[in-house]
Every structure is written in C-alpha cells, then in structure tokens.
Nanobody
Framework: QVQLVESGGGLVQAGGSLRLSCAASGRTVSAYTMGWFRQAPGKEREFVAAISWSTANTNYADSVRARFTISRDNAENTVSLQMNSLKPEDTAVYYC???????????????????WGQGTQVTVSS
C-alpha cells in the first residue's frame, strides 16, 4: 500500500521561506515521478513542480519557477519542496503525488498521478 505524508506547512510572512517534505512508503521515490500540487479555496488543484524518476529532470509551473525547488532524498525516500520568496498568492493546501509518467509535459496533469497525500496547509501573510 502506497502512502504519502506531507509535512512542513505553516504560516509565514511574505518574502519568507518554507520547506515541505513528503515521506513515501510502499513506493520508492527514485523509481517514480513525484509531484507537488496545490489547491487554494474555491480554485482547482494546480501543478507546482515535479521530478522525474529516471534522470531527475524537473518541471515547474511558471508562477513558482526560480522561487521553488523540488528535490528528492533517495536514502530517506522523501521528496522536498523548498519555497523561497513566498507570496500571499502561494497560500494553499499543498499535496504530494506519485505516478508512472513517461514524459515531463504530462507531469502537469493531475490525472497522471495515482497516489496522493492528504496535504499540508501553507499560509503566506502580507
């Protein structure tokens, strides 16, 4: 059984930083694509970042590129999202996801992932 557990969310002022972590069990993060998505109140879930299983290629939403960094720790079987220069519009519940995805362009699609975590709240105050 695959389980993903996110942690590291919280309240931060605009311009600050947070580091989210996703601990995986039942699936090796180095063998699957791992992604981060977010969902703000009243909005659809949107893609944030992904890292491929094979080459560790990364993909980012334009809104977070150059501010967020996705990485994985194979020894700990975790995936992290370092978030810098946070803005109030980054406020959302952040979800970790995993899937078998052949091309990086498809890592932006929610239906490309087969397991999801429960989410962690990130709130950025102005």
């Amino acid at each position: 059984q695959v389980q993903l557990v996110e942690s590291g969310g919280g309240l931060v002022q605009a311009g600050g930083s947070l580091r989210l972590s996703c601990a995986a069990s039942g699936r090796t993060v180095s063998a699957y694509t791992m992604g981060w998505f977010r969902q703000a109140p009243g909005k659809e879930r949107e893609f944030v970042a992904a890292i491929s299983w094979s080459t560790a290629n990364t993909n980012y939403a334009d809104s977070v590129r150059a501010r967020f960094t996705i990485s994985r720790d194979n020894a700990e079987n975790t995936v992290s999202l370092q978030m810098n220069s946070l803005k109030p519009e980054d406020t959302a519940v952040y979800y970790c996801a995993t899937g078998v995805i052949a091309t990086m362009i498809n890592t932006r699609l929610t239906n490309a992932y087969d397991y999801w975590g429960q989410g962690t709240q990130v709130t950025v105050s102005s």
